[in-house]
């Protein structure tokens, strides 16, 4: 597994952070039809339970938003993933249709709230990722958004650079059709509760969908590696 860590600099700002880290093997297909079955029960289930000004007082993606005014950035520019799912949702927007490993991220990130990195685990550089606040006029392009001005929003980087905040990841290490290496980083800012639960949730997805095989999980916290039984 692609070894994960926090930096010092948000670890301080973010004490109650907890990252879950999920690596496996896969075989990825175009979006799935029974995947999606699930997608739209979950969209119902969110318009029937949540109204629009209540999204960003959840937990999870309060105490993202939280992190990002700490780390310098303005949550409702550059909004969380998490957030930004479950409000076009709300304003009954269709969610993009992708692959079928993007589609199933999305889908964990809805109903737990997390912000999810899902990275092609083969073009990750170095064989780590540092969690660290990005700076300005770091060149970072948002997929599907272009240059993306990543200053002050917490960033992992590998050997080369930047890959993924809770925003948007980078288009270098996204994921495609012949990913067949997974890493998923489930940020967790509001702290453990909820956080291993919404991990295997996802790994009975990857298990279901993408026939994914040699699951590892593993919680990365200040300073801290705990492997996470299945």
Not at 147 to 175: C, Q
């Amino acid at each position: 597994m692609i070894q994960v860590s926090i930096s010092e600099e948000v670890s301080s700002a973010c004490p109650d952070l907890q990252v879950l880290v999920i690596a496996c093997q896969v075989r990825n297909s175009e979006p799935d039809e029974q995947l999606w079955r699930e997608i739209k029960a979950e969209e119902a289930a969110v318009r029937a339970t949540v109204k629009l000004e209540q999204i960003n007082k959840w937990l999870p993606i309060q105490a993202s938003r939280q992190a990002y005014k700490r780390l310098g950035k303005d949550p409702n520019r550059y909004r969380p993933s998490a957030e930004a799912l479950r409000r076009r949702i709300l304003r009954e927007l269709p969610l993009y249709k992708v692959d079928t490993l993007v589609d199933l991220i999305n889908l964990v990130s809805i109903r737990s709230g997390y912000s999810i990195g899902g990275f092609d685990a083969d073009k990750i550089e170095g064989g780590k990722l540092v969690l660290g606040v990005g700076r300005e006029g770091e060149l970072y392009h948002g997929i599907g958004r272009g240059e993306l001005n990543i200053a002050g929003l917490p960033v992992y980087r590998d050997a080369i650079g930047g890959i993924g905040t809770p925003t948007s990841d980078e288009e270098r290490t996204k994921i495609g059709l012949d990913t067949t290496s997974l890493l998923m980083i489930l940020n967790g800012y509001s702290g453990l509760d909820g956080l291993i639960d919404a991990g295997k949730y996802a790994a009975g997805l990857l298990s279901k969908y993408v026939s994914a095989t040699n699951i590892e999980m593993e919680l990365v916290s200040d300073g801290k590696r705990t492997e996470i039984v299945l």
